[in-house]
């Protein structure tokens, strides 16, 4: 349960600025469920970890109205912190952690059943020392998140779709070399390389229907190469996670990820830049408490 003061977070650019729209009415939801209330108006992503470091030091709870991004920095101020609390509102384009909590989609009906929520200690994900909540990825997905990253901000959700259309055009696969925690080595020609802390990312699609928030185990997700055509078919089962069962996929777990390339990317997480290769990925289990519905 909610039992201390909310500092709420607003990224007033999230959503194409869905956010700043939907925060008075959000904050109507908390105070009306009795919740002692102080909004901050976030300017970047460091300004961002200031104000969330403060609000842990005085006690308050923390609570973001953004996106995917805000909530894995803010994660990372809040991870380790035993007194900690982590609240999360959808208010960006894809919301795909709060989607995976179980969480209305909808910020004003989130807020309303906030203050209800139970806090669940939860894993985090490590890109050599930065933190995300959700699913870090390279390859195709490097291109893919750029390109949706870039894109107007109307099409909304449906912006990874056309990342990773337009994308498609491009690209070629790589050849990855993944070193696991029990020293096994795989060499792998892929697409995609995904390590899933989280089921969802890119607005719905389910990369590692698997993967559990509180299993200390990063879900790997190898998507293999193949024609574009068949890339392109595949599409579709990523949504509902049916993708897995295709040969070309391949799903291994591990604490740690240690990935080679054969030739430079950058690595996505939480829909932002968040490394590059060669990189280390781990789960770091239980690391911050988190706000979730009953039955998550």
């Given at each position: 349960?909610?039992?201390?003061?909310?500092?709420?977070?607003?990224?007033?650019?999230?959503?194409?600025?869905?956010?700043?729209?939907a925060q008075p009415a959000v904050e109507a939801a908390l105070r009306g469920q009795g919740v002692t209330l102080r909004s901050e108006a976030t300017r970047s992503l460091d300004h961002a970890r200031e104000l969330a470091a403060a609000a842990a030091d005085a006690g308050d709870a923390v609570v973001t109205l953004s996106g995917d991004g805000l909530i894995g920095c803010v994660a990372g101020v809040l991870r380790g912190?035993?007194?900690a609390v982590l609240g999360v509102l959808p208010g960006g384009r894809g919301n795909d952690?709060?989607?995976?909590?179980?969480?209305?989609?909808?910020?004003?009906?989130?807020?309303?059943?906030?203050p209800r929520c139970e806090a669940r200690r939860l894993d985090v994900g490590d890109v050599d020392g930065a933190t995300f909540i959700g699913i870090a990825s390279?390859?195709?997905?490097?291109?893919?998140?750029r390109i949706a990253n870039a894109s107007p901000s109307f099409l909304g959700p449906l912006a990874y779709v056309y990342g990773a259309l337009r994308g498609l055009a491009a690209y070629r696969p790589a050849t990855f070399t993944l070193t696991l925690d029990d020293g096994e080595v795989l060499e792998r020609r892929a697409f995609t390389v995904a390590a899933a802390n989280s089921k969802a990312y890119g607005g719905g699609m389910f990369i590692a229907p698997g993967a559990e928030l509180d299993d200390g185990l990063l879900d790997v997700v190898i998507v293999g190469d193949m024609t574009r055509r068949h890339f392109v078919g595949n599409l579709p089962k990523v949504f509902k996670g049916t993708h897995v069962t295709e040969p070309e996929v391949e799903v291994r777990r591990t604490r740690t990820l240690e990935i080679r390339t054969d030739r430079p990317f950058d690595v996505y997480a939480d829909g932002d830049p968040i490394g590059a290769t060669p990189v280390t990925i781990s789960c770091v289990p239980q690391a911050v408490p988190v706000l979730?519905?009953?039955a998550a």
């Open positions: 349960m909610l039992d201390r003061p909310v500092v709420l977070l607003v990224n007033p650019a999230a959503g194409g600025g869905r956010a700043r729209k912190r035993p007194d952690f709060v989607r995976v909590l179980g969480l209305p989609r909808d910020p004003v009906e989130a807020a309303a059943i906030l390279l390859g195709f997905d490097s291109e893919a998140n979730c519905p009953p």
